[in-house]
């Protein structure tokens, strides 16, 4: 059996011999993509790539990347959930398809990672007739001739949906077919929630058997793989990329791609044999230093140290990304989960700050592996700050609980206040009124419930709208700006001087917007000469490639970037410029960009700036389209 530490090392070894180039890992604040707050797959980087873009390094990428997924933050304190976690991807770009792609991963499992095949189950995509998306029966032949070379014969079973499986159960298969909630995968899910213009496909996803004694019948119906209930956990997941999401349907992309996402906590716990995710090598040292600090055992009471020890973690990988805590996106997720990690703390009685307890381990953990983590100290500076602040707070906190309180009864409303606008959680609420001797009005619990529902609908309304716009966004014009964005940029330099910074950045399918710190009016024969040079670029016919770099590299060779970006310590860089020539621009952008200027002159457009202002002091705006001459 492989010493579960090494399976990060292993299986991107197991990848380069089979072609890939191994690829930095994004940060997990994707400069420039507002489609998310968070990167929270493999494959979101390469979505430009995922829809036919040429990628510098070639067709077959793998790499560890380091997610983030918020949707489930409260479900963290099971045996498999976490917020952060790093997912194993590789990548076919139009080059290998499901043949070689179940084989490696099933010959990776068993060969490499020691899984007994006796122990795998697999799912396929039962295809959705009505939209032309067939049954995906090679995937289950491959995959039944991959058990059979190991002496197994596999039957193959229809399960149609989680819930018919929970009645029916899993019976004497071993490969199983689930509609597209189980076994189709886009950013936003299912078929119906693939966004506008995103790659999507059926997948085929590998399940590890813990044992049937971990299932129970009576809370979760018959077993199955794609049931919730702990006997299986999803290892591996091969999405067959190759649809797009357009408006008339999901059309056949030029090239099939492969986006393949295993999570490294999973298979480690896998070939522990351990379905407990918080007992491998990169949680486990965090739940046995937090169990030195309290009288509750791990054993006794699981959740408060799996919220801890992976709120910690995470909370440790966006401060080395750049992160600070804050008000708002990425800020107030990094809050929530600093506080929600401190009130656990407190209920498990550790007065000690999580900070000076927990980060030198998670840099311990990772620091052979990610370089960001050898600065510990800084890393933990932002984080000491916000613990000692709210800290604080909660002694306000229970303050205000006194105020709301004073009629000697706590009610839903109170409840949910204290929760919304103190951070004081429900369970410290009822434990202090317990506690003061108040009385907790009936229904108060309902009371507060629905005001969550009524919350949450609220901010899942303002989720779903993250989508939108960005890479969402379809027409390939906003893509065209956002390069014209860096070819202009690099002009206003050349002809207006280096002083001249981005301090702002809006582009729309109509036109592009720009502010930079200039200390006057932009002259028309200035303006001309802008034109002229980002037009010559767009006939020159320069292709567009990214690199990722060190982001102390990046600057010191003057790669530009905006005014008050922060970045992780990698970025990508754009360059605009042919292959061993001095490129024209090279900037700090997480794109995506056409692959040739000349893309922005089709049909006879030519650059021009429709509008030159002062915007505040010392920072002009333009305005500029791509437009055919009148
Ligand atoms: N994108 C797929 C996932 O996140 C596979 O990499 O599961």
Known sequence: MIDPASIRQRYLEYMRDRGHVVIGRAPLVLNDDPTTLFTSSGMQPLLPYLLGEEHPEGRRLANSQVCLRTQDIEEVGDNSHTTCFEMLGNWSLGDYFKEDQLAWFF???????GLDPDKLYVTCFRGEESRGIAKDEAAALILQDLY?????EAEIVDLKSAEEAARVGMGTGRIFYYDDAENWWSRGGGIEQTPLGDPAGGDCEFFFDFGEERHDEAKWGKPHPASDSGRFLEIGNSVFMEYQHKKEGFVPLSAK???FGGGLERLM??????????????????VDKLQTLTDVSYEERPEPFRVIADHMRAAAWLAADGVVPSNKEQGYVMRRLLRRAQLKAIQLGIEAPLSEELLPIVCRIYAADYPEFAQGEELADVIRKEEKAFRQRLRAGLREFGKATEGGVLDGAALFRLYD????PKELSLEEAGRRGLTVEAGALAEFDRLMVEQRKR????????FKGGLADEDPMTVRYHTATHLMYKALKLVLGDDVIQRGSNITSERLRFDFSYGQKVNPEQIARIEAIVNEQIEADLPVSWEVMATAEALAAGVLGAFGDKYGPKVKVYSVGRAG????????????????TSELGEGGKRFKIIKEEACSAGVRRVKAVLAIPA
Request: net charge negative; with cysteine; glycine share 14%.
């Open 107 to 113: 010959d990776f499992l068993i060969d490499v990672v």
């Open 148 to 152: 059979r070379r190991r002496g197994i």
């Open 257 to 259: 791609n492969v986006d």
């Open 269 to 286: 716990a896998a070939a522990l044999g351990e379905p407990d995710v918080f007992k491998t090598g990169l949680l486990w040292p965090l």
């Open 421 to 424: 606008t103190c951070g004081f």
């Open 459 to 466: 901010s899942q309304t303002a989720g779903a709208g993250e």
């Open 581 to 596: 020539e001095e490129p024209y621009s090279k900037e700090i952008c997480g794109g995506p960009h056409v692959a040739r």
